[in-house]
């Protein structure tokens, strides 16, 4: 079934999904105040647009967190896949860096937040050392992955043809790794966004996550839920341009 096909069954999943949402509330299986019906958080999302919260209207603070999400995970790919590469192009660097990289990928990227508040307090360096932490993991495995991958009959072509490093990499090693590079950055791109959320959560002065703490002060439940909703709606957005990326990616250059 080609994708246009199956839009439909998106559709009504979603108004299944709310369908029921107002339903439980609508019968009084859930209070109202602990799980607002969804006409009243689409109503608190559409105030929100239109009159400041917390400082900001909705969309302001969205772009914050897009603004801080955008640097963080940028720096985790420009950083992370050029270390992947050459953990699959050089073994004696891939076994320099294995253990330092292995215990650091398994803490937890909100375990750095008091460290982020502690260093940089609410500017923007803190929200975007916590979306570094959670977004580099998934560049480097998969930017290795994809190294080890390449043919090493071309690498030894082009070694014999005069290349050196730099151009091999270039032109061989990153290209052969690329479908897996783009694939690990969908990875990266969500553990971001969810990084960015928790450090907004405790660190920044404005943001998604900020308006969820504002919505519990306020004893809100809408506003919290608002905040959700625009957090997994950007979210899903994201992913859907890194999937076209990789879709596009993987049709020029075949799987990894």
């Known amino acids: 079934m080609s994708r246009m096909s199956l839009i439909p069954y998106s559709l009504a999943?979603?108004?299944?999904?709310?369908?029921?949402?107002?339903?439980?509330?609508?019968?009084?299986?859930?209070?109202?105040?602990?799980?607002?019906?969804?006409?009243?958080?689409?109503?608190?999302?559409?105030?929100?647009?239109?009159?400041p919260f917390a400082g900001f209207l909705?969309?302001?603070?969205?772009?914050?967190?897009?603004?801080?999400?955008?640097?963080?995970?940028?720096?985790?790919a420009t950083i992370g896949i050029p270390v992947g590469l050459m953990m699959g192009r050089f073994r004696l660097f891939e076994e320099i860096i294995t253990p330092l990289f292995e215990g650091y990928r398994y803490v937890a990227p909100l375990a750095w937040v008091p460290f982020a508040a502690l260093w940089f307090g609410t500017g923007i360096g803190g929200p975007i050392m916590v979306i570094f932490t959670g977004a580099f993991a998934p560049c480097v495995i998969n930017a290795y992955r994809g190294a080890?991958?390449?043919?090493?009959?071309?690498?030894?072509?082009?070694?014999t043809h005069g290349a050196g490093e730099f151009r091999i990499a270039r032109e061989v090693l990153l290209p052969g790794a690329l479908p897996s590079i783009v694939a690990g950055l969908r990875i990266s791109a969500g553990l971001g966004w969810q990084s960015l959320i928790g450090a907004e959560l405790i660190v920044v002065s404005s943001g998604i996550g900020y308006v969820m703490v504002q919505g519990q002060s306020n004893l809100s439940p809408s506003i919290v839920m608002s905040a959700m909703i625009v957090i997994g709606f950007t979210g899903l957005v994201i992913d859907y341009v890194l999937r076209f990326a990789e879709a596009r990616v993987r049709a020029k250059w075949g799987g990894a």
């Open 58 to 76: 909705l969309h302001e603070h969205l772009a914050s967190s897009f603004m801080r999400f955008f640097y963080g995970f940028a720096l985790a």
């Open 148 to 159: 080890r991958l390449v043919d090493r009959h071309l690498i030894e072509a082009a070694q």
């Open 13 to 51: 999943g979603l108004v299944l999904f709310f369908g029921l949402w107002q339903g439980v509330v609508s019968v009084g299986l859930v209070s109202a105040f602990v799980l607002p019906p969804p006409l009243d958080v689409i109503e608190r999302i559409w105030t929100m647009m239109n009159r």
